[in-house]
């Protein structure tokens, strides 16, 4: 059996970043968001890095000479530093989108273009990566703008291609060209349509997501309040007093529970209808939130009994003092908006808890406290 001591050890090497997690920090930071897109720039570094040694492999082979790769050479080596440099540092946030998706595509499509141009025999063969590109932006990019790089695409090449056609026609021969640009408009628009489904498809999907997070949030708020009044129910105050305990049962304070329950409220019914009775039963929750401590927790228990937590605080006495500030604000109020002159008061059985005991004892006792203040008369706190 391992030690107390190996299990501790265990747990702090555990809540220390391991070396690897610390330079995943560093490079990637620890923003999902920004992880995603720095992830992004380095994958397309990657394929930079990887045109570079084919432009390297093209020199060393006679393929074109160096001096015609030069500038290409240089914005290939520069584009994924800068764009890394513009997320790691935070500046992408300012835009609109965050991930840069849509400026790397053009920069990209643009350096291809480029490419096409100094590339010599080989020069169809780039053609290949604008289709990778787009797919790329399949996942990042909005059908607009995924259109938008498509254009740019298309008008770009056909102004490159006609130049080249012009200027080096034993290289870049007219009919061949016409040819190429046909392939890789058609191909390009394909994938582009497929982009923009992925797109909507993105779009519907983050939609429904939201959706799903409000029910959720709707569910929750259902199964831990009550409709009619929006004080948290019996279930969820049995949760918070279980909270407060187990916080009690490691050295945090003590609080006291009162059960409270509006006196003849039977009669408010009986003589002005249920409505009336449910407007003074909100009424009672209104002035409870405006009346208790911003620490003091009201349920509707059941019915027309409430219970209220009240986490022991300075000075003594306290608890009680905001269970009588109710009381009189009760007194002062109308309970209706429909029978202004109706007033509503309410006993209270006030107790505290006493540690180690469970839940059911302690509204026991309340709930004994309570009925003594009824028999007292009413509207009145018995404290046992
Ligand atoms: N309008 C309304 N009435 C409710 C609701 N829940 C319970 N009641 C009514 O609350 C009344 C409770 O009556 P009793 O238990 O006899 O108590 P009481 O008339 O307040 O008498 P004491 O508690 O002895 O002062 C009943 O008439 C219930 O119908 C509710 O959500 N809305």
């Not at 920004?34 to 045109?51: D, F, N």
């Not at 021969?173 to 890789?184: H, K, N, S, V, W």
Request: one cysteine or more; proline letters at 4%; hydrophobic letters at 50%.
């Amino acid at each position: 059996m391992k030690s107390a001591m190996a299990a501790k050890n265990e747990r702090d090497a555990s809540a220390v970043p391991s070396r690897m997690q610390r330079f995943a920090s560093l490079v990637l930071t620890d923003d999902r968001d920004q992880r995603r897109a720095i992830t992004m720039v380095l994958t397309t570094t990657a394929l930079y890095s990887v045109c570079l040694a084919l432009l390297a492999f093209g020199v060393l082979y006679g393929v074109f000479p160096i001096e015609r790769i030069g500038v290409l050479a240089l914005l290939l080596a520069l584009a994924g530093p800068v764009f890394y440099a513009i997320i790691r540092s935070g500046l992408n946030l300012r835009f609109s989108e965050p991930k840069l998706a849509f400026p790397q595509a053009l920069v990209a499509q643009s350096m291809i273009a480029l490419a096409y141009t100094v590339c010599g025999p080989v020069h169809s063969a780039t053609i290949i990566f604008m289709a990778v590109v787009t797919v790329y932006g399949m996942f990042d990019m909005s059908m607009r703008r995924v259109r938008l790089v498509l254009l740019y695409t298309l008008a770009v090449m056909a102004l490159v291609m006609a130049w080249k056609v012009h200027t080096d026609p034993q290289v870049y021969q007219g009919p061949l060209e016409i040819m190429y640009f046909a392939m890789m408009a058609t191909s390009l628009t394909a994938i582009s349509l497929l982009s923009m489904l992925v797109s909507k498809m993105r779009k519907r999907l983050r939609s429904q997501k939201d959706e799903l997070a409000q029910a959720l949030a709707r569910i929750q708020i259902a199964a831990t309040h009550d409709e009619l009044t929006g004080l948290a129910n019996r279930r969820h105050m049995i949760a918070l007093l279980g909270e407060h305990i187990t916080r009690r049962s490691r050295g945090g304070p003590g609080f006291a529970v009162a059960l409270a329950d509006i006196d003849h409220f039977k009669n408010v019914n009986d003589t002005h209808g249920h409505r009336v009775g449910d407007e003074a039963l909100m009424t009672f929750a209104h002035l409870a939130r405006v009346q208790l401590r911003s620490a003091d927790l009201v349920a509707r228990w059941g019915g027309e009994e409430f219970l209220i937590l009240l986490p022991e605080t300075n000075p003594p006495g306290e608890p009680n003092r905001a269970v009588e500030r109710l009381r009189a604000a009760l007194a002062m109020a109308s309970a209706s908006d429909h029978v202004p002159d109706l007033r509503i008061a309410f006993s209270t059985g006030l107790t505290r808890y006493i540690d180690g005991e469970p839940i059911d004892d302690m509204i026991e006792r309340a709930d004994r406290a309570l009925y003594a203040a009824k028999d007292a008369g009413r509207n009145r706190t018995v404290t046992v």
